[in-house]
């Protein structure tokens, strides 16, 4: 099965800053992956995804990094803004969006005026 | 974006009782929904895949007699928690898919709490 976690449960950072929340997985048969935010009492938004015929996919001020090799992944959010503050989830399956997603413990950002 | 929709938001339960909460997507259909658990400061838990026309498929530790779940239509699935207890109270989430596959949508999500 799945287990994708996450290296920092919280991460804080000033504004205008580049973060860069990380996450792993075990299963190499995973081919989708997905980071979402998550404001509180809210469901997840999702944010970008990528599959593993890429090893890198760029957002309006994200960028997703796959490392299939290590089984990692990233989000960068460049200029961070107090608004991007939340919990990070990064989630992975092994068929599309349409099989069940398996995901990580969540990452804490937050940012400082 | 696609929009998928859960209702109620919020909801309060006597223990014992049973709660529906319902999974809609609005525009758009919806052979495979999901259905998340969320407890406080923790990450989301597939609970189950409801599948429309058949029965859902639920995951290891989760009883389908508990939680009843039923997709009767494209755009339609419910979570029924029956015999609700306090420990049922939790952050329930659904999601649903496109049919051409790309992302997973999710609904704004449920607060039950059981007293």
């Known amino acids: 099965g799945e287990n994708v976690g996450l290296h920092l449960p919280t991460l804080s950072v000033q504004e205008g800053d580049n973060s860069i929340i990380n996450c792993a997985y075990s299963?190499?048969?995973?081919?989708?992956f997905i980071w979402y935010k998550q404001e509180s009492g809210k469901g997840p938004q999702f944010i970008i995804d990528i599959r593993s015929n890429m090893d890198k996919r760029q957002g309006q001020r994200v960028t997703v990094l796959l490392n299939k090799t290590v089984k990692h992944l990233s989000l960068q959010i460049a200029a961070t803004q107090p608004g991007d503050s939340a919990v990070y989830f990064c989630a992975a399956s092994s068929g599309g969006s349409n099989y069940k997603l398996t995901f990580g413990k969540g990452t804490l950002l937050t940012v400082n005026p | 974006g696609a929009v998928v929709s859960q209702h109620p938001s919020r909801v309060i339960c006597k223990s014992g009782t049973s709660v529906k909460i319902e999974c809609r997507s609005l525009?758009?259909?919806?052979?495979?929904m999901f259905w998340y658990r969320q407890f406080p400061k923790q990450s989301l838990m597939l609970m189950a895949t409801s599948n429309e026309g058949s029965k859902a498929t639920y995951e290891q530790g989760v009883e389908k007699d508990k939680f009843l779940i039923n997709h009767a239509s494209l755009t339609l699935s419910t979570l029924t928690v029956t015999s609700a207890h306090p420990e049922d109270s939790s952050f329930y989430i659904c999601?649903?898919?496109?049919?051409?596959?790309?992302?997973?949508?999710f609904g704004q999500g449920t607060r039950l709490t059981v007293v």
């Open positions: 999601s649903a898919s496109t049919p051409l596959n790309t992302e997973a949508f």
């Open positions: 299963n190499s048969a995973s081919d989708y």
């Open positions: 525009d758009f259909q919806a052979t495979t």
